[in-house]
């Protein structure tokens, strides 16, 4: 069983920066593949990056790709995201997941075997 913890989030102008982030505990993080997706009001929860063991591959929405960039230190078993140029529409609860199993799928929520209880990020116009 592994515990995620996501912090970083909060109130923002457009254009501004947030830096998330995810710590993890439990078995060993380095065996995870990582992911962030994120919840806006009456939507489906979303993928927004992912991560792999490494962290020598990474994937993005496009939506995010090009402002949102995902990291990971093994050596303190946390993932980042790192948000630029944030706008409205990025407005939503932000989850970090984890997932154990060696597969090549990362889009969809069902693939994530761990969830954090989510941060709020909220960009005023």
């Known amino acids: 069983q592994v515990q995620l913890v996501e912090s970083g989030g909060g109130l923002v102008q457009a254009g501004g920066s947030l830096t998330l982030s995810c710590a993890t505990s439990?078995?060993?993080?380095?065996?995870?593949?990582m992911g962030w997706f994120r919840q806006a009001p009456g939507k489906e929860r979303e993928f927004v990056a992912f991560?792999?063991?490494?962290?020598?591959?990474?994937y993005y929405a496009d939506s995010v790709k090009g402002r949102f960039t995902i990291s990971r230190d093994n050596a303190k078993n946390t993932v980042y995201l790192q948000m630029n140029s944030l706008k409205p529409e990025d407005t939503a609860v932000y989850y970090c997941?984890?997932?154990?199993?060696?597969?090549?799928?990362?889009?969809?929520?069902?693939?994530?075997?761990?969830w954090g209880q989510g941060t709020q990020v909220t960009v005023s116009s």
């Open positions: 439990g078995r060993t993080f380095s065996s995870y593949r």
């Open positions: 997941a984890a997932d154990p199993k060696l597969a090549s799928s990362y889009i969809r929520t069902s693939q994530y075997d761990y």
């Open positions: 991560i792999s063991r490494s962290g020598g591959i990474t």
